[in-house]
């Protein structure tokens, strides 16, 4: 083999790395040895650092050590292969947690390579970087991928780049910056599908998994999670599985499905440990201990633990090893070994290098052990630092998006506490904490477009619930579902009075089960449906009797409750009947919002912007039937020189952000939708395409939420206008929600699929009672009453109950 030939076959094993084909790459190092068998040649040094490299980036790292007992030829101390072997040195001894020799190696790669191979200082500076990162050393991490990212660009390397910028999506999500390690990663993830490499793909993946995990979106955590398990397989690196395999372990965790969470981590194990991958094992230790609290199953928890700081030992890292101690400490408080758990609880609390989300937990922990101890004054002053740490951590993040999520992994702490002040007996304490949690963002986002800076603990504080339910002249429903039990406050302006509720899970089924019957061909009643039944027993018949007769009622649903239309619950007496019969009900989000919000008469002579009928964009969006019938209704009620209709091909998304709709006071959208389970602001209003673009059809939530507007109603009939993916402390999260945050009173969406048949009907019985001074509730509630007490079909909740209306904003 020439050298023109051995350089093809090099460069082609440096392709296959850079693939992901690490198969075939190993191959390739192995005929360029065959072929060059002579240790003092550079093509087999060349060829030999290039096996010791795969080996590295397989996880084999005593195995990629081992090829370099050799050592190189005095006359290639200042090769490119001389740099190499320190580079792969460096990173293999890094990953075995022996830091000081894998500095002192990389600092000899970046030197020799500033020397003699300027190429490869970049990548000197990368592995630095990463070195670092594994260090904890997060700001000479940051300086030095920094300056891999601008040599990178420089010499535009865009492999190279696309490696500085996945880590730099570590350090960000590391110092909790979790919307700039998502941002940073999508980067990365772009160059790296452009141009076809697997193994650096599944990494950004996973890390953008990471970073949805960390800010408590699970759903897309888990997906993330699962491509970059695919892809490492197609890469031919299994071993590189361990990270997303105990990451996903973590989720099926937080989602309470302990089986699935134990064999993904002792998959991981098994794979950690058939590598000496000591970090990975500690981690998936970690998992298994927590697991098996969650079990009670308290002497394998106390196994795990011990095993992880056994290890520990021999690969130091601070912040796991105050995770290992947050462990054996909520294990040791289980067994009932308060003041051991409250000394090591704050140990946690008072270590600077303790993560928010560490001293969050320390600090719920700790309340929980002072608690039980007595020393009540203690206990709430550490749950009131835990929610203000938790606040903190949510409010730092900007992307509104991300913000959304976050409390799914926090708002356990908030039930800690809902819990405690009610063993305390201060009811009303525990209602404004619960509120503390609900519609963060939203009115967050409401108080800065509107430039007011709120306290929320102060806000908190101040909130008086009977004032509420007085000037909403209502009374109101505020639900709280827990894992053991759940909890009504009912609202009225003469008193608040607390029920207890079975748990969320008996809950959860009984809500499903009720909505799933909507798509059966039988009305509810006639068929006696059991759930409707028993929803109506648990929800609402204990608070019948304290509800004053002809107020309306104002439900602030929490999780499964979202998507229920309480309507629709089947009352027995004097015979079975809709509780939409006795009430008239609507949704809130939360008792701050409220407390805010308007309770004006609808306007006089108002403007109304419309959109509908548009284009038949596929087979999945046809056109609306009787979307000219909605027009018709609408015209009843609005004068034409007062309206503004955006309709055909004129019903395109740049159309809505360019009408002003800040200047109407009703809106309406008689269209398709899409709602999105993994990122809600992703769902759309579907319109016609804009000019020349075709794919520019969908009205989004992240777009809706940018036009403020000042509007009395939003209408949207359309399919799951109001979302399908309920949030913690946010609530169902979708077009309903996106009008509200932009700044609408009222909403009118869409629980579920939306009968273009009855909706003509239903506005124009809305806006008929609304143009004869009704206020939206009342007006809508008049409008389905035409249905349930008309005969044939149309009785059946499937075509009256999926509009709702969502007020407070």
Not at 352 to 368: D, N, Y
């Amino acid at each position: 083999m020439n050298s023109a030939q051995a350089q093809r076959l090099y460069d082609s094993g440096w392709t296959q790395i850079r693939n992901g084909d690490f198969t075939s790459a190993f191959k390739t190092s192995e005929v360029g040895l065959k072929n060059f068998p002579e240790v003092a040649s550079e093509w087999h040094w060349r060829f030999r650092t290039l096996k010791a490299e795969i080996l590295m980036r397989q996880g084999r790292y005593e195995d990629s050590l081992a090829v370099f007992q050799l050592a190189i030829p005095q006359s290639l101390s200042y090769s490119e292969s001389a740099v190499w072997q320190k580079l792969t040195q460096g990173s293999a001894l890094a990953y075995l947690a022996k830091h000081t020799e894998a500095q002192t190696a990389l600092l000899q790669a970046r030197s020799l390579a500033a020397e003699k191979q300027p190429q490869l200082e970049g990548e000197a500076l990368l592995r630095l970087g990463t070195l670092a990162y594994l260090q904890r050393d997060l700001n000479q991490s940051q300086s030095r991928l920094n300056a891999c990212l601008e040599f990178a660009r420089r010499r535009r390397d865009s492999y190279l780049e696309a490696s500085a910028l996945g880590m730099l999506g570590l350090v960000a999500a590391r110092i909790e910056h979790y919307d700039e390690s998502i941002e940073w990663n999508r980067q990365a993830l772009e160059l790296d599908q452009a141009n076809g490499w697997l193994g650096l793909a599944a990494r950004a993946e996973g890390n953008i998994g990471w970073s949805h995990y960390l800010i408590g979106d699970l759903v897309n955590a888990l997906d993330f999670y699962t491509k970059a398990d695919k892809h490492d397989i197609e890469a031919g690196v299994p071993e590189r599985r361990i990270t997303w395999l105990n990451a996903a372990g973590d989720v099926y965790y937080d989602l309470r499905d302990y089986a699935a969470a134990e064999a993904k981590s002792r998959e991981a194990l098994t794979l950690a440990d058939s590598l000496r991958d000591t970090d990975d094992a500690i981690y998936c230790l970690q998992n298994l201990a927590l697991i098996a609290i969650a079990r009670k199953q308290y002497d394998d928890a106390a196994r795990y633990t011990d095993d992880a700081e056994r290890r520990e030992a021999s690969a130091p890292d601070r912040t796991r090893e105050l995770y290992t101690r947050l462990i054996s400490a909520d294990l040791v408080e289980k067994m009932g070994d308060l003041s051991r758990a409250e000394s090591l609880y704050q140990q946690i609390v008072r270590d600077p290098a303790a993560p928010r989300s560490l001293e969050w937990e320390a600090r719920a922990g700790l309340a929980q052990t002072h608690a039980a101890q007595g020393k009540f004054a203690l206990a709430e002053s550490e749950f009131q630092q835990a929610i203000s740490t938790i606040s903190a951590a949510q409010d730092s993040i900007q992307h509104e998006e991300f913000r959304l999520s976050f409390l799914s992994s926090a708002i356990r702490f908030y039930d800690e506490y809902v819990n405690f002040l009610l063993s305390r007996n201060r009811p009303i304490d525990a209602l404004r904490v619960a509120d503390r949690s609900r519609a963060q963002t939203l009115e967050h986002g409401l108080s800065f477009s509107q430039n007011k800076q709120l306290s929320p603990s102060l806000a908190a504080d101040k909130l008086l619930p009977q004032d509420i339910a007085r000037r909403q002249n209502a009374s109101l429903l505020f639900y709280w579902l827990g894992p053991a039990h759940s909890f009504l406050w009912v609202v009225t302006p003469q008193n608040v009075s607390l029920l207890t509720l079975p748990p969320r899970d008996e809950i959860d089924t009984a809500a499903a089960a009720y909505r799933k019957s909507f798509l059966d061909l039988r009305d509810p009643i006639e068929s006696q449906n059991i759930h409707g039944r028993k929803l109506y027993e648990i929800l609402v018949r204990p608070a019948e009797k304290l509800l004053p007769k002809g107020k309306r009622v104002l439900i602030l649903p929490d999780g499964s409750l979202n998507g229920l239309n309480f309507e629709t619950l089947i009352a027995p007496e004097p015979q079975p009947h809709y509780w939409i019969e006795d009430r008239t009900i609507s949704i809130a989000n939360s008792l701050a919002l409220l407390s805010r919000a308007r309770t004006e008469a609808p306007p006089q002579s108002p403007y109304l912007l419309f959109f509908g009928d548009a284009l038949a964009i596929s087979k999945d969006f046809p056109p609306l039937a009787d979307a000219e019938q909605e027009v018709a209704a609408l015209l009843k009620h609005f004068p034409s020189n007062r309206t503004s209709f955006f309709m055909k091909e004129h019903a395109t998304p740049s159309n809505y952000l360019a009408s002003k709709p800040r200047r109407y006071a009703f809106l309406h959208f008689a269209t398709h939708g899409t709602a999105s389970i993994t990122r809600p602001l992703e769902s759309a209003i579907i319109l016609s395409p804009d000019p020349g673009m075709h794919d520019s059809y969908k009205l989004y939530a992240r777009d809706i939420v940018q036009q403020p507007l000042n509007a009395y109603m939003v209408s949207i009939s359309a399919c799951n206008g109001a979302g399908e993916r309920v949030l913690a402390g946010e609530g169902l999260v979708g077009l309903s929600w996106a009008f509200l945050r932009a700044g609408a009173h009222n909403v009118v969406a869409g629980l579920w699929e939306v009968s273009t048949s009855s909706a003509p009907q239903i506005f124009d019985g809305m806006y008929d009672g609304i143009s004869k001074g009704q206020d939206p509730a009342t007006a809508l509630r008049n409008a389905k009453l035409s249905f349930v007490h008309s005969k044939g079909p149309r009785r059946r909740p499937f075509y009256w109950a999926p509009f709702q209306l969502y007020s407070g904003s």
